[in-house]
């Protein structure tokens, strides 16, 4: 059984032109994609085993050396195609001015792998950011002494 269509909202027409195009400078999704939102075909392909994607790369490969162009089109694409990204990690990790900041960093990163928010891999890897930014503070200022020492003995 099929359902009734609903009657669309009141602001459906709202910035398109006649042919139901959008104007330009205007969108259909004013507010744009939520933050954290992933792009669907990553979603989707969490879904899908490597033993499985094994398999439709194989067909695919056979079919195009069969000659079905389609078939060689996305074999050709996705050869090419850059490795995909990390997932969006939405963990929101303190403010990193000082060493200080450093220490709170990792305590927030280990209390939110506890409490599930982050994998061990994505704290494993915010750790890493944050252990950079410490090395580079460490020496700023180990270089900021360095110029304070020579200063001293030259003035002498």
């Known amino acids: 059984m099929t359902e009734a269509p609903t009657d669309p909202p ?32 990553t979603v989707m392909s969490a879904h899908v085993s490597d033993e499985d994607m094994a398999g439709i790369i194989k067909k695919t490969v056979e079919a195009a050396k069969k000659g079905s162009l389609h078939a060689a089109k996305e074999v050709y694409a996705h050869c090419l195609e850059p490795k995909p990204r990390d997932p969006l ?29 982050l994998t061990p891999s994505e704290a494993r ?13 460490e020496i700023a200022e180990l270089e ?8 001293r ?4």
Do not use: C, W, Y
């Not at 002494?145 to 200063?151: D, G, K, Q, S």
């Open 89 to 117: 990690v939405t963990f929101k990790m303190p403010k990193l001015k000082t060493a200080d900041d450093a220490k709170r960093a990792i305590a927030a990163i280990i209390k939110a792998t506890a409490d599930g928010e």
């Open 125 to 137: 890897d915010m750790a890493a950011l944050v252990e950079t930014f410490a090395r580079a503070h």
């Open 153 to 156: 003995m030259e003035s002498q």
């Open 10 to 41: 009141d602001d459906a027409g709202r910035n398109r032109q006649p042919g139901g195009r959008f104007q330009k400078g205007t969108s259909g999704n004013p507010r744009g994609r939520p933050k954290g939102r992933r792009n669907n075909l």
């Open 144 to 151: 900021e002494r360095l110029v304070a020492i020579e200063e």
